[in-house]
Nanobody, 120 residues
Framework: QVQLVASGGGLVQAGGSLRLSCAAS????????MGWYRQDPGRQRELAAT???????NYADSVKGRFAISRGNAKNTVLLQMNSLKPEDTAVYYC??????????????WGQGTLVTVSS
């Protein structure tokens, strides 16, 4: 079974930057998309950014121009570079991956979440 390990959360002042990293390991044969979703106490979980195996990216309007998602050099790794952070970016960020396992089953897996706190 696939496992996601996320890192990079922390506390940063407004205007600062953080980089989140997520690595998938396990039984996936082919990953379709990897990305980051976020959730704070006052909101539903929402997409922050995703990237497909073909390199197509999708961003929430609220982070466009500030966040950049990319695949890491290590296979099955995704990075989220977050610049010009705002207090409203404060949330728990969850790594997400979907794809196909070795017997052709479609899987979607969530990571454990990493807390990003942006102070005013």
């Amino acid at each position: 079974q696939v496992q996601l390990v996320a890192s990079g959360g922390g506390l940063v002042q407004a205007g600062g930057s953080l980089r989140l990293s997520c690595a998938a390991s396990g039984s996936y044969v082919s990953i379709n998309t990897m990305g980051w979703y976020r959730q704070d106490p006052g909101r539903q979980r929402e997409l922050a950014a995703t990237i497909t195996s073909g390199g197509s990216t999708n961003y929430a309007d609220s982070v466009k121009g500030r966040f950049a998602i990319s695949r890491g050099n290590a296979k099955n790794t995704v990075l989220l570079q977050m610049n010009s952070l705002k207090p409203e970016d404060t949330a728990v960020y969850y790594c997400n991956v979907d794809g196909w396992d070795y017997v052709g089953r479609y899987l979607e897996v969530w990571g454990q979440g990493t807390l990003v706190t942006v102070s005013s």
